[in-house]
């Protein structure tokens, strides 16, 4: 019963076996080949964006930061919400990336920014100067890291304040599908629809075995992508084998139903864990994660039976006789049998 | 009537004739000359640190931003207050500088970090890994962005917290002088003696034409800084000119006669304006500035008499009928009549 | 029949088996599995090498670049081959990763520095100083560029000159397999013993779907690594799906063995190509690439028939009558039938 | 007898005697001045270039590499002698302000390029391409590291080679005051008129205490110069005191009569050189550097007298008997009785 990570979960046997059919003679490399081009062209179709750029990359923080890079400049400042994934966890990626932009974080609860939280945080930072930097990018991640959704119109509104202070749209996007499957709109209205200029879009958190795509809606960035992506070391050599796993993950809306599958265990997991006594939900579950406060005996219970999963935030100290927050992920391959068996064993 | 800055003020005669004798025929370019080796030692006996590798740079971004890249990978977490200058006015030169490294910020009153603070940011950001990035340095201000000053023991608490964790320390003392002339105490206890292990020693803001000296207290990283220091384009070539100002601003301790000079000024300027209806000085005056609300007709009688001062922060809108939140700041040079002559005007 | 680059070529059953045996419930992320830690062992046993540090990544680029920025500060110069991949193929990525290094090429024919060369250009590029730089490492490629290898006694000369002077030496192995199959020595002696102090490991290029590893012989410098890869972008989280690609591709000696086969039909083409009128083999032929210089008929003749390949170098003009260079790259998926059917067209 | 560098001269007195000036009052920091303006305004006449962006540095690698990256991304290459001062002096600026662009160095005798030679390293250096990077500038020292000039035409053939394949042409004109005085020609033909896109403008070197101008003609680039520049640690504060260095400079042609008299000097010791026995000058003295190959008695005399100078190129052996290659530089302060003197002490 492993609830750490979706990055802890497997590959779909439908991707794998799209990657042992495209594993046939021999096609031009990086990138070049009839499978690179048919997963971008569905992409297109799927986000019915005709123009946008489309580039695949090996792990998410390579998506992210690489498309922060064709929006911040050194002296750009992202904003991005204090638990944001490229805040938190890619130990300076976006940094890197961009030869130096400045995070600046903004609070709010599980995990979303606000369009007042935005807004103050503009304030606060105030006029492009050559002081200060320029405010140049807003990074919003869908679903957050604490599992919730940004719907089309929270977008809508928050994209709509950065783009009247001409900063550009990012979507960190890891979880994209569970974001989708949990709000049932289209993947257009929930990004460029909305706002969004760039989106990193997950495969590997949702059953593939590592790919990442990244949507260009402007394409004229697109060959600076191409640059950064090289030199960045992100430029995967057979090429076809990043492609075959999005076209197979997105055929026949598998991605969907991946992620849906996901966000239902999910729910189900916390429904049974709200009935445990002592045991609080933090989080209302929008999609793949549970957030809970567990009484210590609930929580040395389910360490002693094998499960896994995080303490969250981190930095909580284990020893003590505190009721501990526990963050369980679901995936696509989470069987609901690993749920009812992972409640009965805290019960 | 000018009160904006510290940059906006001249250079003491003293060091202005210093730099008129060190033009005397030709010396060896890049630091090799006599009066650079003469001001590296007049810094190490006056700070009493017979080992310290000592370095002039022209400008106090190039001070700071090279202090913090001798401590933090690009990897690496560098704490400092919210309002710290590395983190709202050098536009991500320390990023830059070192490759990418994040600056934490810590929140506190009066620019201010207390022990308490500090800890609870450490604990937010958990242990090094991977994902989050190694805790590096902390940096602290003194004097403060507020014109506030921490004291020895206090400093001295800090680094200790830092130091436990395995952190180095950088003073920004782009205003040093001012915050020693505050405490009266000896520079070495105010930096290596209470832990501190690069200073940024400001001489511009204080009576020179330009030049910081950065004080590296444990030499072992003096090559890595000279390397860092040329391809960071601020080896000045005619060095001479840079160690001459070094040499006469701390000759009879003129430095520490101007820096008492400005925070006398600053006293004499905060207890008339208290005296005004409707004014509230927001910071205790410690040293050099003075933070003040004003009603918006003094505001607006201030910036009919053509005094210089900026709003602090710069981020109120100047339109309205609100009091407003000013900042002024004394120099070496501002006479007492600048100041008598501001009140008068006013009144 | 493709002989555009062992970039084109699939995977070897046995690894696309592997990556399906590895696909089998939760296991943990970022190289916490099983699978990855034997993969780690496997290649220390392979390389003689209980102590060094093993690591993973997806592209040749960031096994190339991470290894070097271990080695090489932003002020530090790295001597390569002037044709080595590093310069010529990864636009800037070693420069990126180092924070600005310096690659200063070297001459030679059949893309091998040699004792000699090396020499001079440590020579020519004079002591470590502010204002030059400092010379810190060595890296060579074998098998080279050119097809060609270093011998073990080769590479400790070159190794042995490098380190005299305090640079350490980082080896592009890219396509070691094929130096080794060619040469048949130890991994150990090709490697460590002869004074590499880096290797990156190509798996793509023989057989693997995309995999590097990184072993770095003194493991000091791991932890730098780890942090360096995820900043980076080249931590890939499924990492059990890079080691199980590893752990197929030592087994048995699979690497060797597609090694051997990709050398053996190189040779067996050159062989073909140097009886066919006008054709020049420009390079003897010490792994799986052939160099030629073909009359413009059979050029034409080649492209006709649909196979492919580059021009060697790519800045020929391929409008005109001159004969015309060319690269010939076999894979460990060149059938027999495809070299004879090669030389048969071209007759 | 200081002949070592031009940097080990002093300031000229009208310069300090502008400094002196300048030290008047509060003004405005960070170029906010009058005397700023000033100074950019007349760079603007002196060079016929009413819209040129016009900023002020401390170093010349600062202002090399800040304007480099202006025109190179990470990605780029730069095309430069393999003698030029970015190159062999500079410790990695250009790639560290760059982002990691790559300069590619061009042979040629007298530190020169030629048309023929920048047209075979862009064959070498081929078209644009993930793997290779883009060719993105062209950077022409002039006078160059070895004393010689390009005239009008060779500057604009070279600029046209460049501008045709969609390259920006940058000039490093740390010496550029020499090369105009050897040339006695309008500053705009030597430069903007010729197709130069980006000046750097040497002050330092030409009897100033510390000061470069960036001429960018191209007014677009001005604003992304400035947040470079602050980032980069060059935005100096007291502003006024670089610009009251131009000033001074410019006024009176003051520039050009110090560049005629170092230039002149240089031809009275070259003169002299040549008719020591056994002394060859190597090459054509065209502006203030005088480049000879001397016989070990008369190294060894020079070194006696105390003469200073250096070996040219650094690396040769001072052990030995052979001749010795010397450069020796004379500035705008060197006397004619420094010449003759050293020329009788020579002889």
Redesign the interface.
């Known amino acids: 019963m ?1 609830f ?2 979706d ?5 779909h046997p439908r991707i ?1 076996a799209a ?2 059919a495209a ?8 990138g070049g080949d009839r499978i690179t081009r048919a997963a971008q062209d569905l992409l297109r179709e799927v986000f019915d964006a005709p123009d946008a750029a489309v580039h695949f ?7 992210n ?2 498309s922060l890079s064709l929006l911040a ?4 400042k992202v904003f991005c919400h204090q638990d944001a994934h490229i ?7 976006p ?3 961009t ?5 600046i974080t903004v609070p709010g609860t599980g995990g979303k920014i606000t369009p007042e939280a935005l807004t103050e945080a503009l ?5 492009d100067s ?5 405010n140049v990018a807003l990074s919003l991640t869908n679903a957050t890291e604490w599992g919730t959704v940004y719907d089309v119109e929270e977008i809508a509104a928050l994209t709509a304040i950065a783009h009247a202070q001409g900063m550009a749209c990012h979507m960190d996007g890891a979880r994209f599908a569970n974001a989708l499957a949990s709000l049932d709109v289209a993947p257009s209205d929930l990004t460029w629809r909305a706002g969004i200029d760039i989106l990193s879009l997950g495969g ?2 949702n059953g593939c ?2 790919v990442e795509a990244v949507l260009i809606f402007d394409p004229a960035l697109s060959d ?1 992508f ?13 090429h076809r ?1 990043l492609a075959a796993q999005v076209l197979a993950w997105l055929e026949g809306d598998l991605w969907l139903q991946m992620a849906r599958h996901a966000n239902a265990m999910a729910h189900e997991l916390a429904l049974g864990l709200s009935r445990l006594p002592g045991v609080r939900i933090n989080q209302r579950v929008e999609t793949n994660a549970v957030f809970a406060t567990v009484p210590r005996e609930v929580y040395s219970r389910a360490r002693a039976t094998g499960m ?1 999963f995080h303490l969250w ?3 909580q100290d284990e020893a003590g006789d505190e009721p501990l927050s526990i963050r369980l992920v679901c ?1 696509w ?1 989470t069987r609901l049998e690993d749920v009812t068996g992972a409640l009965a064993a805290l019960a």
Request: no cysteine; charged share 15%; net charge positive.
């Open positions: 492993n750490a990570s990055n802890a979960g497997g590959v794998m990657l042992a594993n046939d003679g021999h096609v031009p490399a990086y990359v090996p792990t998410g923080t390579a998506a930061a690489l400049p050194g002296w750009g805040q938190t966890s890619e130990t300076g990626a940094e890197f990336f030869g130096g932009a400045k995070l304030i606060l930072n105030g006029r050559v002081h200060a930097g320029q590997t958190k075995m590592g600076e191409e640059f950064r992506r090289k030199r960045g070391g992100a430029l995967v050599s057979k084998f896994s935030p981190h930095t995936g391959d």
